[in-house]
T-cell receptor, first 114, second 112 residues
Framework: DADVTQTPRNRITKTGKRIMLECSQTKGHDRMYWYRQDPGLGLRLIYYSFDVKDINKGEISDGYSVSRQAQAKFSLSLESAIPNQTALYFC?????????????FGPGTRLTVL | GQQLNQSPQSMFIQEGEDVSMNCTSSSIFNTWLWYKQDPGEGPVLLIALYKAGELTSNGRLTAQFGITRKDSFLNISASIPSDVGIYFCAGRENTNAGKSTFGDGTTLTVKP
């Protein structure tokens, strides 16, 4: 089984709809991240969480919110989806200490907002 | 915030050729990372660099942490078709432990 899973893998929604992307991990890591990837661009950080009670905005948090329901779960919500939020979304996890340099990514969720 | 410039944006090479790509930063990083993303997958870490001047290899891949701490390069020797994918550099500053800034990626195509 994959260590970092994302659901759904693909989602098509309409402008104005609220949607939630979910991420679960079995690696026992404290730190979790949400990124978006657009064609020709790198990964841009949306939100990150260093433990269950810690939530931090990344570089492009506007229009998004997150919830860290447990150490293993970190969900990303779009309260009112808009077309320019069409992108590939990745969840990632990392451990503390020197190995925080290694982020383990999920397989991604492809979101299309019509 | 810091910016990473990764080049080239894309490369089309023949199997067996060597490949070189690099990243430059507007600020100093204390860690440089190189990831590879296969089609339909999330990025996977290839090499992590922790010290200025450090040269590290992982099979046919070699990466270096620039002396100025503002750049890094990745070389792939004797490319093979499975090297196809998007390669990302990422940098991390001291004050943002666990957070990395990513370059825009280099898309590599290898022709058999």
């Amino acid at each position: 089984d994959a260590d970092v899973t994302q659901t759904p893998r693909n989602r098509i929604t309409k402008t104005g709809k609220r949607i939630m992307l979910e991420c679960s991990q079995t690696k026992g890591h404290d730190r979790m991240y949400w990124y978006r990837q657009d064609p020709g661009l790198g990964l841009r950080l949306i939100y990150y969480s260093f433990d269950v009670k810690d939530i931090n905005k990344g570089e492009i948090s506007d229009g998004y919110s997150v919830s860290r329901q447990a150490q293993a779960k970190f969900s990303l919500s779009l309260e009112s989806a808009i077309p320019n939020q069409t992108a590939l979304y990745f969840c990632a996890t990392s451990d503390r200490g020197i190995s925080t340099d290694t982020q383990y990514f999920g397989p991604g969720t492809r979101l299309t907002v019509l | 915030g810091q910016q990473l410039n990764q080049s080239p944006q894309s490369m089309f090479i023949q199997e067996g050729e060597d490949v070189s790509m690099n990243c430059t930063s507007s600020s100093i990083f204390n860690t440089w990372l190189w990831y590879k993303q296969d089609p339909g997958e999330g990025p996977v870490l290839l090499i992590a660099l922790y010290k200025a001047g450090e040269l590290t290899s992982n099979g046919r891949l070699t990466a270096q942490f620039g002396i100025t701490r503002k750049d890094s390069f990745l070389n792939i020797s004797a490319s093979i078709p499975s090297d196809v994918g998007i390669y990302f550099c990422a940098g991390r500053e001291n004050t943002n432990a666990g957070k990395s800034t990513f370059g825009d990626g280099t898309t590599l195509t290898v022709k058999p």
